[in-house]
């Protein structure tokens, strides 16, 4: 995709919010001069903002993902994959910008209780954890809808002895881990690994690796609540 391309994608996702917000503001809300004035810079500034963001995955996290898909399906090294699925899936997990609001807001609303640095290192082990399991399914074969079932039967049985507060922010870290970060170089894994010649699995087994990481989240937020 090139920079016109991009330009374009951007657009589309920015100029609907915005006109909105001009309907509202020139009808109903009428913000202060000052404060619309800062919506339109910072409208601008997003406008710049994913189009780097969009350029840097497009040429890089993507191309790495990929990589790394057709290194770990040649391989087949069961420790190599355990150890690169959590230690990839901690890193780009970590450096999602959602998990640092979630975690910041966890952090206000517990007074301080749950520490924001716990939280985002829970979830990203969660995270990195079950990535692995994904890589373990497809070199193994193993039924995603038999995984997805057993772990969310676990995900229900530890939200009986959670607390209500984690049970609904463990739910919460498991939308924010599906973000701008981790999704594209969660799928770039699965199109490396359909990618390589003759590979011993079937496209569509490659797929899936969101639906399942995102269950790691919720489960080590369920854990941590079961701890405090």
Do not use: H
């Not at 339109?40 to 990929?66: A, K, N, Q």
């Not at 919460?172 to 010649?197: E, Q």
């Amino acid at each position: 995709m090139n920079f016109k391309e991009t330009i374009i994608e951007v657009l589309q996702a920015i100029l609907p919010i915005t006109i909105a917000v001009f309907l509202l503001q020139f009808t109903i809300i009428r913000l202060p001069i000052r404060e619309f004035m800062i919506f339109l810079f910072g409208v601008v500034l997003t406008f710049s903002g994913f189009i780097l963001f969009l350029i840097g995955v497009r040429y890089s996290l993507l191309p790495i993902g990929e990589e790394f898909g057709v290194f770990l399906m040649k391989n087949e090294n069961l420790w190599l994959l355990i150890g690169l699925g959590i230690t990839l899936g901690f890193a780009v997990t970590i450096s999602e910008p959602g998990l640092q609001v979630l975690a910041d807001q966890v952090r206000d609303v517990s007074n301080g209780e749950i520490p924001k640095s716990l939280l985002m290192i829970t979830v990203s082990l969660g995270l990195g954890i079950f990535l692995a399991l994904s890589l373990v399914r497809i070199i193994y074969k193993i039924s995603l809808r038999i995984i997805l079932l057993g772990s969310y039967i676990l995900v229900f049985l530890l939200a009986i002895f959670s607390s209500p507060n984690y049970f609904a922010v463990a739910f919460d870290a498991s939308g924010v881990t599906t973000g701008p970060m981790t999704v594209p170089f969660i799928l770039a894994f699965g199109v490396g690994m359909s990618s390589v010649s003759g590979a011993k699995t079937t496209s569509g087994d490659s797929f899936g690796f969101v639906g399942l990481a995102s269950v790691g989240p919720i489960l080590s937020v369920l854990i941590l609540g079961m701890i405090f």
